[in-house]
């Protein structure tokens, strides 16, 4: 969908206090979008939709223990150079298979 608007601008929102047992999401990412849109499918009583502006930003309210962040730490260079040669590996493989 074209919206006139750079990608720096199409920005996804979280907003919640310490008070409000509900975190409102403003997103333009598409994934996130669908996820969240099924999500509030299945969970009505968890997360709906509350806006859709028509230009690809669609905004949520789900309720605060159904919704995460996950911190993960930067990877060694030890790991880094495992997860390359795994990388590797399993590029030739898939190479060798469509040969």
């Given amino acids: 969908m074209k919206t ?3 990608k720096k601008q199409k920005a996804t929102n979280i907003y919640f206090n310490e008070d409000s047992p509900i975190i409102e999401v403003c997103t333009y990412d598409t994934d996130l979008k ?3 849109t099924r999500y509030a499918a299945q969970y009505p009583s968890e997360c709906r939709l509350i806006d859709d502006d028509e230009m690809g930003c669609m905004t949520f309210e ?3 223990g159904r919704f995460g962040f996950k911190l ?3 990877y060694s260079e030890e790991r880094r150079k495992a997860a390359g040669e795994l990388a590797k590996k399993h590029t030739v493989n898939l190479k060798t298979k469509e040969e």
């Fill in 4 to 6: 006139g608007l750079s």
């Fill in 34 to 36: 669908n996820r969240l």
């Fill in 62 to 64: 789900i309720r605060k």
């Fill in 72 to 74: 993960t730490a930067p």
